[in-house]
């Protein structure tokens, strides 16, 4: 059965559950006293104070009661007669133009120079200029090639094709500056000595106009229509060494890296094949990444000067893309939409960007950070499509060729003069640290 439930009542003994004081016995008197006594200033004598003020000011440097801002207790204290706050004036003063940082360098939207280049071939898949280490600037003009002295702006015309009708499709300098190797539209592959100036061999082996060039060392490596590319050893009489059949279309696009280990190719098949320095177990030499993501011709291929595996290409009308790809483990790490043909990519030595040229329909530079692939600014002028980019031996001039029939020369990565001067002594620094270790 039920329970029956206790009736709850008032409990008969006052404070049976909780404590209620009896104010009758507190002495309010002596509290009030005791708290008003807190907030009075205690009085102390003068040879106290000193002593409390040295003791601040040897712990603190300051006197803790001078640099109070906000008083919890008492009257808020009278500024001593002059005194001038020292942050009202920090604050309130203009920044001078060499304490504000600089958000970012200045880059000219203007060439610095243009030179004429009058009957240069208006052809996506050919290279047409190429700079130097020795500061020359060589450019094919139809069935001629020129060299431009930078520094003294001296022009030499190096070479004239015998037959009216071939025509210059290429031209790479040697990594020492001091041989052109030249591509023509009668396959063949021309070394020429630039101190003396004339010709010191004549190359055949393709059977199709010779469109791109790239040197490894004393490997000359040329890319053909015909999608082969070829490998010259130009020591020894037989010349043909190897020979890379990855392509089905023309070889546009040819560029070795840095450290000689791969050989990038570009065609107009919108392959990229990445390809090893040495042969395989059958004597063949096989691409170690193909990447087939580009949907037009790539032109563009360059290998970044910092991160060794790290190859940024760019396509044609059709793709319009920059991509950046790890060679080592075939991964596309960044991909950025141009908007336009992408006809050229270089990466520069002295800032971690790279610039790109274009054709339809603005003609621009554009200067990318990276990784960010943040666009960092737009050069234009020229009136025609981007045909190549190359770069002055000092990383600070970008030389761009259009089928305006103009080179313009453009300063956008010069170095800050402190920062210079740092590499020039790290420069410096390498070099006598080598002629030790030879001596």
Known sequence: GKSGSKIQSTPTKAGADRYIPSRSTMQMEMASFLLTKENDLAEESPTKKEQQKAWAVNLNGFDIEEAKILRLCGKPQNA?????????????????????????????????????????????????????????????????????????????????MEHPDDYVSAVSWIKEGNYLAVGTSNAEVQLWDIQHQKRLRNMTSHSSRVGSLSWNSYILSSGARTGHIHHHDVRVAEHHVATLAGHTQEVCGLKWSLD??????????????????????????????????????????????????????????????????????????????????????????????????????????????????????????????????????????????????????????????????????????????IHQGIR
């Not at 898949?125 to 520094?151: E, K, P, R, T």
């Not at 970008?398 to 420069?427: G, H, Q, Y």
């Open 80 to 160: 001593p007669e002059g005194y001038q706050n020292n942050l009202k004036v920090l604050y309130s003063q203009k920044t001078t133009p060499g304490s504000g940082r600089k958000n970012g360098r200045y880059i000219p939207s203007m060439p610095d120079r243009i030179l004429d280049a009058p009957e240069i071939r208006n052809d996506y898949y050919l290279n047409l200029i190429d700079w130097s280490s020795q500061n020359f600037l060589a450019v094919a003009l139809d069935s001629s090639v020129y060299l431009w002295n930078h520094a003294s702006g001296e022009i030499i015309q190096l070479l004239q």
């Open 260 to 433: 000689g280990r791969y050989l990038a190719s570009g065609g107009n098949d919108n392959l990229v094949n990445v390809w090893p320095c040495t042969q395989g177990d059958s004597g063949d030499f096989a691409p170690v990444q193909t990447f087939t993501q580009h949907q037009g011709a790539v032109k563009a291929v360059a290998w970044c000067p910092w991160q060794s595996n790290v190859l940024a290409t760019g396509g044609g009308t059709s793709d319009r893309h920059i991509r950046i790809w790890n060679v080592c483990s075939g991964t596309c790490l960044s991909v950025v939409d141009a908007h336009s043909q992408v006809c050229s990519i270089l990466w520069s030595t002295n800032y971690k960007e790279f610039i790109s040229g274009h054709g339809f329909a603005q003609n621009q530079l554009i200067i990318w950070k990276y990784p960010t692939m943040a666009k960092v600014t737009e050069l234009r002028g020229h009136t025609a499509r981007v045909l190549n980019l190359t770069m002055s031996p000092d990383g600070a001039t970008v030389a761009s060729a259009a089928a305006d029939e103009t080179l313009r020369l453009w300063r956008c990565f010069e170095m800050d003069p402190i920062k210079k001067k740092e590499k020039e002594k790290a420069n410096s620094a390498k070099s006598s640290i």
